[in-house]
């Protein structure tokens, strides 16, 4: 059997998986700086014989690892490299930093990492032993957190030809996703006065904190007359140094958020003639710093049924004693109302559970609501280049919230390595279906083709924007 070959494969592999996603966790590096993570993931999947390009659209850690096996479907596979500041933890269920304050793993992605890595391998060692045609290509992507990496690889083009992907992000339970997210804008803007003595002349000064300030009250204003959904969030981030000296600088960090691309671009402009209206105010000039833009996910139903599928076939990992009774000393970390958020009674009775099921009914849940996720992801920007799904396994129990150290710590424990292992098959497993079932893809397609309705995606990002390699 085809899939047995990648399957045998990961089984054989599991010690060295599991030592390339521990490896990651460890160096815990942040967006754009992920040196070593990156060097690691590609110089083992170059020694699998997949052909490596390091450095793609203009970051020093993006690559793209491809191997080819003459004619056939190309499969993308995308793998995360970027850790979170602040999340440093050992694998314990209490907190305690490894080193305080450093970066840590607090959203998984050096399972997410190792998870397409490996499936990439996989699928080759299948296709080999049973003589497929096609195409595997890994794509390591950079700073997700700061919605950067998969941006600037589909501005490069680097997703043409690629006839679906797919996308692993551990998470508290096995499913894949069929609900959207937020499409987003995030830019800062700086103004500039005139510095004076606050008591002595300040005739004489133009403060910028005044125009930061006048702009996010407009922007407060703003708020009530636009659509109920977007979300609108900003921090001052430098306002002046002390109260007697006018500043001569003030900056202000925005995010703009819809469910829809096309409902991102007229609150931004709004805000940008905020902007322009504070000047006015407060006799300030300003400069719009764009950093970085997405689309809203298109997650493709089809693919999910497929990864759901797989997910059965393969069969979700089960937990043993000492496991979950790390789950039920790090749960008491965790406060009874975050415990309660999002859970459906009838189907998850109990937060301080390990999600051993697949609870595929969410799939047809989210896929019957529409649902939009408020948060953002760069994934969103491949699912309009191409079919594309990212699922989620198990990595950690319910109710442990998104970037916490308590991720952290179950990301590089035997939860977060049966997560990886199971994730890697289905993904295998998910893959080698697309390659070796042609009806499979054309319903991909046929779906995709259907969600796009004639749009057409234009990267969010201006064509000379370079991606910001210092951290914003
Ligand atoms: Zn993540």
Same mark, same amino acid.
């Given at each position: 059997m085809i899939k047995e070959s990648a399957f045998n494969f990961i089984d054989g592999k599991r010690k060295?998986? *599991?030592? *390339?996603?521990?490896?990651? !966790?460890?160096?815990?590096?942040?967006?754009?700086?992920?040196t070593k993570t990156s060097k690691l993931f590609a110089d !083992?999947?170059?020694?699998?014989?997949?052909?490596?390009? #390091?450095?793609? $659209?203009?970051?020093?850690?993006?690559?793209?690892a491809t191997w080819n096996n003459g004619p056939g479907p190309t499969i993308g596979l995308m793998g995360e490299l970027d850790a979170l500041q602040?999340?440093?933890?050992?694998?314990? &269920?209490?907190?305690?930093?490894?080193?305080?304050?450093?970066?840590? +793993?607090?959203?998984? +992605? @050096?399972?997410?990492?190792?998870?397409?890595?490996? $499936?990439?391998?996989?699928?080759?060692?299948?296709?080999?032993?049973?003589?497929?045609g096609g195409t595997v290509k890994m794509f390591g992507c950079p700073a997700e957190e700061t919605l950067v990496g998969k941006v600037w690889l589909v501005r490069h083009n680097l997703f043409n030809g690629v006839d679906a992907a797919l996308s692993h992000h551990p998470g508290? =339970?096995?499913?894949?996703?069929?609900?959207? =997210? @937020?499409? /987003? @804008?995030?830019?800062?803007? +700086?103004?500039?006065?005139?510095?004076? +003595? =606050?008591?002595?002349?300040?005739? @004489?000064?133009?403060?910028?904190?005044?125009a930061v300030e006048l702009m996010s009250n407009g922007v407060n204003f703003m708020r009530e007359h636009i659509i109920e959904k977007a979300r609108v969030h900003y921090v001052t981030e430098y306002g002046g140094g002390q109260p007697n000296v006018v500043p001569a600088y003030a900056r202000v960090w925005y995010y703009v958020r819809a469910p829809e691309r096309e409902q991102v671009e007229p609150i931004y402009n709004w805000v940008l003639q905020i902007a322009d209206g504070a000047d006015k105010m407060a006799r300030t000039t300003?400069?719009?710093?764009?950093?970085?833009?997405?689309?809203?996910?298109?997650?493709?139903?089809?693919?999910?049924?497929?990864?759901?599928?797989? /997910? #059965?076939?393969?069969? $979700?990992p089960t937990h043993d004693?000492?496991? *979950?009774?790390?789950?039920?000393?790090?749960?008491?970390?965790?406060? &009874?109302?975050?415990?309660?958020?999002?859970? #459906?009674? =009838?189907?998850?009775?109990? !937060?301080?559970k390990l999600v051993d099921e697949l609870f595929d009914d969410r799939i047809l849940d989210d896929y019957r609501n529409g649902k939009v996720g408020a948060g953002s992801t760069d994934v969103s920007d491949v699912s309009w280049v191409t079919p594309t799904n990212e699922f989620s396994t198990t990595t950690c129990i319910l109710g442990t919230p998104g970037h916490s150290w308590q991720f952290t710590a179950q990301g590089g424990m035997s939860i977060g390595h049966k997560s990886l292992i199971f994730a890697t098959k289905t993904m295998a497993g998910t893959g080698l279906d697309l390659i070796t079932k042609p009806k499979l893809l054309k319903e991909a397609k046929t779906e995709f083709k259907k969600q796009l309705a004639g749009r057409k995606y234009n990267s969010p990002i201006p064509l000379d924007l370079k991606p910001p390699l210092k951290q914003f």
């Open positions: 060295e998986l *599991i030592g *390339i996603s521990d490896k990651a !966790w460890e160096y815990a590096e942040v967006g754009l700086l992920e !083992w999947i170059e020694k699998q014989g997949f052909k490596l390009e #390091r450095g793609v $659209a203009d970051m020093p850690t993006a690559f793209v602040g999340l440093s933890q050992k694998a314990v &269920p209490y907190k305690e930093p490894i080193k305080e304050g450093a970066p840590g +793993h607090g959203c998984g +992605h @050096n399972i997410h990492g190792t998870t397409a890595l490996a $499936a990439a391998v996989a699928m080759k060692t299948a296709m080999e032993e049973n003589k497929i508290n =339970s096995n499913t894949a996703g069929t609900g959207s =997210s @937020n499409a /987003m @804008n995030s830019f800062k803007v +700086h103004f500039y006065g005139r510095t004076a +003595h =606050s008591a002595g002349d300040p005739e @004489n000064g133009i403060s910028a904190l005044d300003h400069k719009i710093e764009f950093l970085t833009g997405c689309y809203n996910d298109l997650s493709n139903k089809t693919l999910a049924d497929i990864i759901v599928a797989n /997910m #059965r076939e393969v069969g $979700a004693e000492a496991e *979950i009774k790390f789950a039920k000393e790090l749960s008491k970390s965790i406060d &009874p109302t975050q415990k309660k958020e999002g859970l #459906r009674k =009838s189907e998850r009775p109990g !937060w301080d």
